[in-house]
């Protein structure tokens, strides 16, 4: 991660930590689609849908619930245009889908409702019950400490990634 997004993802967080205490909405993660699979899945699942990727890597990501300092091993599943990362023990978790132009084959779902690069602010407002200000909007798992990351770009939805506390 660049410097400027280390300090871009804290201030968001920081706002998104006091947001959660004001019973901002959250998401449940186990209606979070993409392909038809669950964004927490199986490395078999991911395998059977995308196939062998065209990268497996190993991450040192200094904190989070993915980083070297938890004591295992996590691995990057590349695809073009979309990463996973986990293990055999833990799972797997998207970490990051590209929705721009160049996917458009994409099919990601939250409870049955469809969302792409052609998803506006508006209509992810509508969906989730939040509101975006700014370029970006993180909404927490529900009963967890880790969560998505929506970023848009002249109004629509243009990539989700992952996101993990120290």
């Given at each position: 991660?660049?410097?400027?997004?280390?300090?871009?993802?804290?201030?968001?967080?920081a706002?998104?930590?006091?947001?959660a205490?004001?019973?901002?909405?959250?998401?449940?993660?186990?209606?979070?689609?993409?392909?038809?699979l669950?964004f927490?899945?199986?490395?078999?699942s991911?395998?059977?849908?995308?196939?062998k990727?065209?990268?497996?890597?190993?991450?040192?990501y200094?904190?989070?619930?993915h980083?070297?300092q938890?004591?295992?091993?996590?691995y990057?599943?590349h695809?073009?245009?979309?990463?996973?990362?986990?293990?055999a023990?833990e799972?797997?978790?998207?970490?990051?889908v590209?929705l721009?132009?160049?996917?458009?084959?994409?099919?990601?779902?939250y409870?049955?409702?469809?969302?792409s690069?052609?998803?506006?602010?508006?209509?992810?407002?509508k969906?989730?019950?939040?509101?975006?200000?700014?370029?970006?909007?993180?909404?927490f798992?529900?009963?967890?400490?880790?969560?998505?990351?929506?970023h848009?770009?002249?109004?629509?939805l243009?990539?989700?990634?992952?996101?993990s506390?120290?």
């Open positions: 991660m660049k410097p400027a997004s280390y300090l871009t993802t804290a201030a968001l967080f706002t998104l930590g006091v947001a205490q004001a019973k901002e909405p959250t998401l449940d993660y186990k209606a979070l689609r993409i392909d038809g669950l927490y899945t199986s490395k078999a991911i395998l059977k849908t995308y196939g990727p065209t990268k497996v890597t190993e991450p040192n200094e904190c989070g619930f980083a070297a938890q004591g295992k091993r996590y990057l599943l695809y073009p245009g979309l990463k996973f990362i986990g293990n023990a799972g797997y978790v998207l970490e990051e590209d721009g132009p160049r996917y458009p084959q994409r099919t990601i779902s409870r049955g409702k469809r969302l690069r052609l998803t506006t602010t508006a209509d992810f407002q969906l989730f019950g939040v509101k975006v200000e700014g370029n970006e909007k993180g909404l798992n529900t009963n967890a400490d880790d969560a998505f990351r929506f848009f770009v002249g109004g629509r243009v990539k989700i990634d992952y996101w506390p120290c």
